[in-house]
């Protein structure tokens, strides 16, 4: 039991160290990004990010409409996203 | 006649690239099939009996989108999997998806639940980060992974940040009474294809990503319903369930790489039950009871030195901590805690080398009243199509 709060102690600690420093990072909201800084952004919260030219256009249609459900993406989101893969694959 | 031949190429040739153009215009509806695969060498050793080394895995699961409309999609996925010398076909989900409005789409069918991100997100091999799933996950789990039924989900931006939330209905969890599996007894299964009474479980989960670059996101879920057979003794019996779930992924240029973390914990409350049990040389069952209380955590923290150059900008490296406590008393009573680390080797953004050593300490479990520590040691290849 001691082990799991040390580790938990030890998690709990890392997880504030890096929610502060992420808080100086700069805050622009998505309005203001392009499709390829929330492509960087969002994509690697659940896998790699993908490659633009693994899929074509019509593809990335389906992906994009997909990945707004499954990952909970914001309409704004996925539209630039979306149009940043077709732009350069 | 050569006449005729040489102006119906000159026509093809001025005008066949339009024509063809026309016929390769893409519909409005599409279908893709995408999914995963993987497979891999185990080794796996129970104190001191001799060590299971087996080729397994071999699964392929894919994963089937039809795109209607810009605002409906269809998905399904199957699973098909080698184990115990037969395949097996699983029907993972099944669902409709419509997009109301800017912040809503609905749901029908089949469909992985949000509950924590761990089932409906990670679990898949190519983005599971090790070759096996936490403690609490999969078979004899705490946290439910799918369900039947509707479901309302959506994001909204909130500031410089966002959040995220889904409400659903579904059939809800069956309990598993002495007569069903006397050594399961208490538990609660959650494949219900049927719903086994009048009242179908309501669950949610709120996401909530406060910073603008979407590298954190907390999570709270909930899960509740009656679990017990209409007409018997348990049909007031009922399952309430909780997660706290946590994500921060981000690329430091400090630290030249990727750094993700993603924890989960879930808690499992079940109302006082009366079971039953048939002790050696006793022709009567016993009637027992016990508090109906079940947990599960994990935490993972993985690095990648994506910002390096040549060959270890592919690897990572990951390491896992998860433990699960089932009911003191129950004939399934356990606890048990597990250490995994491992070193994955990137052969693109979705094919992934994973070779990691585990360690997992448990007492109890079903029918066994010992202590027991397994080490296992896996090397799988993953693949996302």
Not at chain 2, 11 to 30: E, H, R, V, Y
Not at chain 2, 42 to 54: A, G, H, L
Not at chain 2, 101 to 126: C, D, Q, S, V
Request: charged share 20%; net charge negative; proline share 4%.
């Amino acid at each position: 039991m001691n082990k799991i709060k040390i580790i938990s102690g030890i998690i709990a600690v890392m997880i504030l160290t890096i929610t502060l420093y992420s808080c100086t990072a700069q805050r622009a909201a998505a309005s203001k990004k392009s499709g390829a800084q929330l492509w960087g952004e969002n994509c690697i919260r659940c896998h790699n990010i993908p490659s633009p030219g693994d899929y074509n256009d019509v593809d990335w249609e389906t992906i994009g409409l997909h990945m707004r459900i499954r990952a909970n993406l914001t309409e704004e989101e996925i539209v630039k996203i979306v149009e940043f893969m077709k732009t350069v694959n | 006649m050569r006449t005729i031949a040489a102006a119906g190429l000159l026509f093809l040739l001025f005008f066949g690239p339009d024509i063809f153009a026309q016929d390769f215009k893409p519909s409005k509806t599409q279908f893709m099939i995408r999914g995963y695969g993987h497979s891999g060498l185990n080794y796996e050793k129970v104190n001191d009996e001799d060590p299971d080394v087996s080729y397994v895995g071999a699964t392929f699961a894919p994963m089937f989108l039809f795109k209607h409309s810009d605002r409906l999609l269809f998905e399904a996925e199957l699973e098909f999997e080698l184990e115990d010398g037969e395949v097996k076909v699983g029907f993972e989900y099944a669902n409709f998806n419509y997009v109301l409005n800017k912040y809503i789409t609905a749901r029908a069918g089949k469909f992985l639940l949000p509950f924590g991100t761990f089932m409906e997100r990670l679990h898949p091999a190519w983005i599971n980060r090790l070759s096996t799933l936490p403690l609490g996950f999969g078979h004899d789990g705490v946290a439910p992974s799918s369900g039947i039924g509707v479901e309302l989900r959506g994001s909204a931006p909130i500031g410089s940040g966002k959040i995220n939330y889904s409400l659903y209905m579904i059939n809800g969890p069956v309990l598993v009474t002495s007569a069903m599996d006397p050594e399961e007894a208490g538990m609660l299964r959650f494949e219900n294809f049927e719903d086994n009474n009048g009242n179908k479980a309501v669950g949610g989960r709120l996401g909530v990503l406060p910073l603008s670059n979407s590298s954190v996101e907390l999570g709270v879920s909930f899960y509740n319903g009656l679990a017990g057979n209409t007409g018997s003794q348990y049909e007031n019996v009922a399952a309430s369930l909780y997660a706290l779930d946590f994500s921060y992924v981000k690329q430091i240029s400090a630290i030249k790489g990727i750094l993700d973390i993603k924890a989960q914990y879930t808690q499992s409350n079940v109302s006082d039950a009366n079971y039953y049990e048939m002790a050696p040389g006793d022709t009567i069952p016993v009637s027992y009871t016990f508090a109906n209380t079940s947990n599960a955590y994990f935490a993972q923290l993985s690095y990648r030195p994506s910002m390096a150059s040549g060959f270890i900008k592919n690897v990572e490296i990951v390491g896992r901590y998860s433990t699960l406590a089932t009911p003191e008393g129950a004939e399934w009573e356990q606890e048990a805690s597990q250490f995994a680390i491992g070193v994955n080797y990137w052969l693109s953004w979705r094919s992934v080398l994973k070779f990691s050593y585990q360690i997992t300490e448990s007492v109890g479990g079903h029918g066994n009243t010992g202590a027991n520590t397994t080490k296992g040691m896996f090397a799988h290849w993953a693949l996302g199509f």
